[in-house]
């Protein structure tokens, strides 16, 4: 990368943990650390729920996803806008009411001990796994891009988020995450602009080719379990996961609760919803400029660069022979593109592109082959999708456009890595430490082990980020059970809307809930992932309420048999 | 640090814990109304559903 770009990354760096320590001044109270005293305007807020979601894998996944598959992703977040205006009704008001630091201490007050135990006892295993996994994946990217150990990649993005985080608590993490989503969106919208002006068609003629290879489909209104995205799981599972995630998960709630009103706490959740489909569509929509883009300039044959020197160094006359088949293909295919996009008429047009599209199947199979021989020679998968976005960002755009966004690409990591870390350290001290072990220390104690904890929950997650490539496995198992408990939490706290349920009734509820999500899971695989959370907040809801019904009766039972007792 | 301290109604300089004294009851506040902005968030969301699927119309094959 040029030095010019390096100096922009290196701007970024500075500029945000500068930013980040400065909020340290005059954190001295754990109610400033953890909620800045509930003062939060709106607006900050709300930037700073929209850049926590918006991950560095979304930059680099989620526009790969746009190339490779199109915008139907987008249908998973039809049901945001809905989970915000009902938590804007039911869980914010209760919450904010409550005045407590985290959801699972209101669980305790409604419910007990056991539930608030629980529940942040799974908050705190999912996130901090979640938080390694968020650092990991630019980090693989990055040292696969740049040549550098993993190592350097994870401390690139962890060691300035969590001395920030450490030092301001949630004041740096939601005013650096404004100016983060400030450069996310800049980046974006420089390197979509750069994509029109580099183009050789129109954008209706780009569109056209798009069209022709089913990446401009959004809407499936087919309703099937087994089909990931649709209009319907969007809609019904994609509500209850962003309720579940909004309203359920602290890392979310932290930020409502820092907002200084319950209506900036409403107004700021209604923000990031009404962002997010629009902005979601953009990024997709980047992922298929490019993949147009490369219908004109010949791309690499694999995008991952570290497979490339994998297979060229142990198989290099196969991958010869792949890229030579693949050169001829593609010089095919943008002849058809060309013609397509010059068709004098609509019935040319129409003849063209079907044309194009028997070219670009035909090297879409000779890519298929490569992946394969990439597979067998490192024994990795390939994930090829993760670095399309980087090699046209580096391969294309001006100097200093490339260092722009890396530095989003750092900035989206670190924005939802602190906000991950400052949650997992409030959960700690406030549902555990403070609950359990040192129920009457002062506020310099409580800040000092909060501090303490957002550095020990920075190394983990930097550790499990270096070793995420060698736990793929293990990070798939806890990405399961992660699923198997989100709906069955959101279950949690709809129960506690609900008069006259008990703690014996939540505690029963979520555990079969997670079983029916985890027999779903095992018994019918075809049932995508979204259903589960709708299965398991449902089964939360019937059954806490019947075993609350059913502790109820026996509790009124008990009670006049004493009554009859002492009578005689 | 015991959870129950009165809600802040305004906000302090960034960085600071300690806000100025909250505004009288009567002063309008500056936070919109949650109503209008649901009602503005929707319109948001479908205009840009009716863009998708307009762009989906023209050109998807």
Same mark, same amino acid.
């Given at each position: #990368?040029?030095?010019?770009?390096?100096?922009?990354?290196?701007?970024?760096?500075?500029?945000?943990?500068?930013?980040?320590?400065?909020? %340290?001044?005059?954190?001295?109270?754990?109610?400033?650390?953890?909620?800045?005293?509930?003062?939060?305007?709106?607006?900050?807020?709300?930037?700073?729920?929209?850049?926590?979601?918006?991950?560095?894998?979304?930059?680099?996944?989620?526009?790969?996803?746009?190339?490779?598959?199109?915008?139907?992703?987008?249908?998973?977040?039809?049901?945001?806008?809905?989970?915000?205006?009902?938590?804007?009704?039911?869980?914010?008001?209760?919450?904010?009411?409550?005045?407590?630091?985290?959801?699972?201490?209101?669980?305790?007050?409604?419910?007990?001990?056991?539930?608030?135990?629980?529940?942040?006892?799974?908050?705190?295993?999912?996130?901090?796994?979640?938080?390694?996994?968020?650092?990991?994946?630019?980090?693989?990217?990055?040292?696969?891009?740049?040549?550098?150990?993993?190592?350097?990649?994870?401390?690139?993005?962890?060691?300035?988020?969590?001395?920030?985080?450490?030092?301001? =608590?949630?004041?740096?993490?939601?005013?650096?995450?404004?100016?983060? #989503?400030?450069?996310?969106?800049?980046?974006?919208?420089?390197?979509?602009? $750069?994509?029109?002006?580099?183009?050789? /068609?129109?954008? =209706?003629?780009?569109?056209?080719? !798009?069209?022709?290879?089913?990446?401009?489909?959004?809407?499936?209104?087919?309703?099937?379990?087994?089909?990931?995205?649709?209009?319907?799981?969007?809609?019904?599972? =994609?509500?209850?996961?962003?309720?579940?995630?909004?309203?359920?998960?602290?890392?979310?709630?932290?930020?409502?609760?820092?907002?200084?009103?319950?209506?900036?706490?409403?107004?700021?959740?209604?923000?990031?919803?009404?962002?997010?489909?629009?902005?979601?569509?953009?990024?997709?929509?980047?992922?298929?400029?490019?993949?147009?883009?490369?219908?004109?300039?010949?791309?690499?044959?694999?995008?991952?660069?570290?497979?490339?020197?994998?297979? /060229?160094?142990?198989? !290099?006359?196969?991958?010869?022979?792949?890229?030579?088949?693949?050169?001829?293909?593609? !010089?095919?295919?943008?002849?058809?593109?060309?013609?397509?996009?010059? !068709? +004098?008429?609509?019935?040319?047009?129409?003849?063209?592109?079907?044309?194009?599209?028997?070219?670009?199947?035909?090297?879409?199979?000779?890519?298929?082959?490569?992946?394969?021989?990439?597979?067998? $020679?490192?024994?990795?998968?390939?994930?090829?999708?993760?670095?399309?976005?980087?090699?046209? /960002?580096?391969?294309?755009?001006?100097?200093?456009?490339?260092?722009?966004?890396?530095?989003?690409?750092?900035?989206?990591?670190?924005?939802?890595?602190?906000?991950?870390?400052?949650?997992?350290?409030?959960?700690?001290?406030?549902?555990?430490?403070?609950?359990?072990?040192? +129920?009457?220390?002062?506020?310099?104690?409580?800040?000092?082990?909060?501090?303490?904890?957002?550095?020990?929950?920075?190394?983990?997650?930097?550790?499990?980020?270096?070793?995420?490539?060698?736990?793929?496995?293990?990070?798939?198992?806890?990405?399961?059970?992660?699923?198997?408990?989100?709906?069955?939490?959101?279950?949690?706290?709809?129960?506690?809307?609900?008069?006259?349920?008990?703690?014996?009734?939540?505690?029963?509820?979520?555990?079969?809930?997670?079983?029916?999500?985890?027999?779903?899971?095992?018994?019918?695989?075809?049932?995508?992932?979204?259903?589960?959370?709708?299965?398991?907040?449902?089964? $939360?809801?019937?059954?806490?309420?019947?075993?609350?019904?059913?502790?109820?009766?026996?509790?009124?039972?008990?009670?006049?048999?004493?009554?009859?007792?002492?009578?005689? | 640090?015991?959870?129950?301290?009165?809600?802040?109604?305004?906000?302090?300089?960034?960085?600071?814990?300690? =806000?100025?004294?909250?505004?009288?009851?009567?002063?309008? %506040?500056?936070?919109?109304?949650?109503?209008?902005?649901?009602?503005?968030?929707?319109? /948001?969301?479908?205009?840009?559903?009716?863009?998708?699927?307009?762009?989906?119309?023209?050109?998807?094959?």
């Amino acid at each position: #990368m040029d030095p010019l770009n390096w100096i922009v990354v290196a701007a970024y760096l500075a500029y945000v943990v500068v930013d980040g320590l400065r909020r %340290s001044k005059g954190t001295h109270r754990i109610e400033g650390y953890f909620l800045a005293g509930r003062s939060l305007p709106w607006w900050a807020v709300g930037l700073s729920v929209m850049a926590t979601q918006l991950s560095a894998i979304t930059l680099i996944g989620t526009t790969g996803q746009g190339a490779t598959d199109g915008l139907r992703f987008v249908q998973f977040y039809f049901g945001l806008p809905l989970a915000m205006a009902l938590l804007g009704v039911t869980l914010v008001p209760l919450l904010r009411g409550a005045k407590v630091y985290t959801a699972y201490e209101y669980l305790e007050r409604r419910f007990g001990p056991s539930t608030r135990a629980l529940t942040a006892f799974l908050f705190l295993v999912s996130r901090g796994l979640a938080a390694g996994t968020i650092i990991s994946a630019p980090g693989v990217v990055f040292s696969a891009v740049f040549g550098w150990p993993l190592a350097w990649s994870v401390a690139l993005v962890g060691a300035p988020t969590v001395l920030y985080t450490m030092a301001g =608590g949630i004041q740096a993490v939601t005013w650096t995450d404004v100016k983060q #989503m400030f450069l996310i969106v800049a980046a974006l919208v420089a390197v979509v602009a $750069v994509l029109f002006v580099q183009m050789p /068609v129109s954008p =209706g003629d780009a569109f056209q080719i !798009a069209g022709a290879t089913g990446r401009l489909q959004v809407f499936d209104f087919s309703f099937s379990f087994s089909e990931k995205y649709t209009f319907w799981s969007g809609l019904f599972g =994609g509500t209850v996961l962003m309720m579940s995630y909004f309203g359920a998960d602290q890392s979310q709630v932290q930020r409502y609760l820092a907002a200084r009103s319950v209506r900036a706490a409403k107004t700021s959740l209604l923000m990031s919803a009404y962002w997010k489909i629009p902005l979601q569509a953009c990024v997709l929509l980047l992922g298929v400029l490019i993949f147009v883009f490369y219908q004109f300039q010949r791309p690499p044959l694999l995008f991952n660069p570290a497979h490339e020197r994998a297979v /060229v160094e142990a198989r !290099a006359d196969e991958y010869e022979a792949l890229q030579s088949r693949f050169d001829e293909a593609f !010089a095919l295919r943008e002849t058809a593109a060309r013609q397509a996009a010059d !068709a +004098p008429n609509e019935t040319a047009a129409a003849r063209a592109l079907d044309a194009f599209q028997a070219r670009e199947a035909a090297a879409q199979e000779i890519r298929g082959e490569a992946l394969a021989l990439a597979q067998e $020679v490192t024994g990795e998968r390939p994930e090829d999708v993760n670095y399309i976005v980087p090699r046209f /960002v580096l391969g294309n755009l001006p100097v200093g456009f490339a260092g722009l966004f890396v530095a989003a690409i750092l900035a989206a990591a670190m924005s939802s890595v602190s906000s991950e870390l400052n949650s997992l350290s409030t959960a700690t001290v406030v549902d555990f430490y403070r609950r359990w072990f040192r +129920p009457e220390a002062g506020d310099a104690h409580y800040l000092a082990v909060s501090k303490v904890a957002t550095a020990c929950w920075g190394l983990f997650a930097c550790g499990v980020a270096v070793y995420a490539a060698s736990l793929g496995s293990l990070i798939e198992v806890v990405n399961r059970f992660g699923s198997f408990f989100y709906g069955s939490i959101l279950g949690v706290f709809l129960l506690a809307m609900i008069p006259g349920t008990r703690e014996v009734g939540a505690v029963a509820g979520l555990v079969a809930g997670m079983t029916a999500v985890g027999l779903v899971s095992l018994f019918a695989p075809e049932v995508e992932f979204l259903w589960h959370n709708v299965i398991g907040a449902g089964v $939360v809801v019937a059954v806490g309420t019947a075993a609350s019904g059913a502790a109820a009766v026996r509790a009124r039972a008990d009670g006049s048999a004493q009554r009859q007792g002492r009578g005689s | 640090m015991d959870g129950r301290r009165t809600e802040r109604t305004t906000a302090p300089d960034c960085g600071s814990d300690a =806000g100025p004294p909250p505004p009288p009851a009567s002063e309008p %506040s500056a936070e919109p109304a949650f109503g209008r902005v649901l009602a503005q968030v929707l319109l /948001v969301q479908l205009a840009a559903l009716g863009l998708l699927w307009a762009l989906q119309a023209a050109y998807h094959r």
